[in-house]
Nanobody, 137 residues
Framework: QVQLVESGGGLVHPGGSLRLSCAAS????????IAWFRQAPGKEREGLAC????????DYLDSVKGRFTISKDSAQNTVDLQMNSLKPDDTAVYYC??????????????????????????????WGQGTQVTVSS
């Protein structure tokens, strides 16, 4: 059973930075997509960034490209989300999630669809508990 634990949330001023970390364990599938999502009160869930277990170019939601960077550390089994130039609209609960497959092509497709303007994330069957990010002066 995949377990995901997020950390690194908190309060930050507009223009500031935060680094979220997702500690992952229990993978059994051949390949995995690991994504960061967020959900603010009264808003739809957004897929922000996604990376596949074998590397390759990550996928990003257009509105966070250039500000957010996803990276993985295979030795530490962590997937981080570096967030820069934060805005009040970035205030939300942030989640990491994972989806497994026997096919790397399927994993890459899941990443692509998870970060679309209208995301598809029903394949992501493992979720962390979430971490609150608040951007406020």
């Amino acid at each position: 059973q995949v377990q995901l634990v997020e950390s690194g949330g908190g309060l930050v001023h507009p223009g500031g930075s935060l680094r979220l970390s997702c500690a992952a364990s229990g993978f059994t599938a051949d390949y995995y997509a690991i994504a960061w999502f967020r959900q603010a009160p009264g808003k739809e869930r957004e897929g922000l960034a996604c990376i596949s277990s074998n590397g390759g170019n990550p996928d990003y939601l257009d509105s966070v490209k250039g500000r957010f960077t996803i990276s993985k550390d295979s030795a530490q089994n962590t997937v981080d989300l570096q967030m820069n130039s934060l805005k009040p609209d970035d205030t939300a609960v942030y989640y990491c999630a994972a989806a497994g497959s026997v096919s790397i092509s399927t994993v890459r497709a899941m990443c692509f669809m998870a970060t679309a303007k209208r995301p598809t994330y029903n394949n992501f069957d493992s979720w962390g508990q979430g971490t609150q990010v608040t951007v406020s002066s």
